[in-house]
Structures are given as C-alpha cells and as structure tokens.
C-alpha cells in the first residue's frame, strides 16, 4: 500500500485545513487508517484513527472537538478535518495503514505502511 498525504499549509489560528491520504496499490477498505503528528524536536504522537469497520477515535484532549477523521473507501482515501486550529497543532502530520487490523490503533506500531507526511503551519 502507498499513502500519499496532502492538503497541509501555512494557516492562521483558528482556521480550518482538511488533509487526505489517497492510497494506492490496494483498497484500504479492510485496513484500520491513522493520523500522526510530529512537531520539531518532537515524537511522533497519535492524533486519529478510523477502523476498518468505520469507528473513530480522536482521544487526545489536545484535538478533541476540533479535528475529525473520515474514510471514502470508494476513493481510498482518509481525511482529516482539522478546526479550530491553534499554533500547537503545527507539524508534519503523517497517515498510516494497519492491514493487520491490530487491536490497539492508537500506537504508531500498530501501522505497516506510513504516507510521506504533509506539513501543517500555525501561525498565532
């Protein structure tokens, strides 16, 4: 599976961005689907997930009620809708795959295939 993430760029706090991650080489309809996040200096932390069977989880208190993650399994592809946005928020934000459809979605080694990362500014 290759992921292609786009839709990152410089914003103002407050507004909005979507990213996407389009996959290719297979249908990712049966793969549990990730967002993370890695600011400068940083971890890579988790942000979203969505399961195979479309259940969703964006517990961090640090985007919880801002962002949103959704599938178009007829595109093979994720978003991620990102409100609110505030100067913390920026990084390198990186989609995931999980063919194995792990229990745990919420460690980055949960994930076999990883998209290039598409960058997210902030600015206050």
């Known amino acids: 599976v290759q992921l292609q993430a786009s839709g990152g760029g410089l914003v103002q706090a407050g507004d909005s961005l979507r990213l996407s991650c389009a996959a290719s080489g297979h249908t990712i309809n049966r793969y549990n689907m990730g967002w993370f996040r890695q600011a400068p200096g940083k971890e890579r932390d988790f942000v979203c997930a969505?399961?195979?069977?479309?259940?969703?989880?964006c517990p961090a208190d640090s985007v919880e009620g801002r962002f949103a993650i959704s599938r178009d399994n007829a595109k093979n592809t994720i978003y991620l809708q990102m409100n609110s946005l505030k100067p913390e928020d920026t990084a390198v934000y990186y989609c995931a795959a999980d063919g194995r459809r792990q229990v745990t979605i919420t460690s980055a080694r949960s994930y076999d295939y990883w998209g290039q990362g598409t960058l997210v500014t902030v600015s206050s």
């Open positions: 969505i399961r195979w069977s479309g259940s969703r989880t």
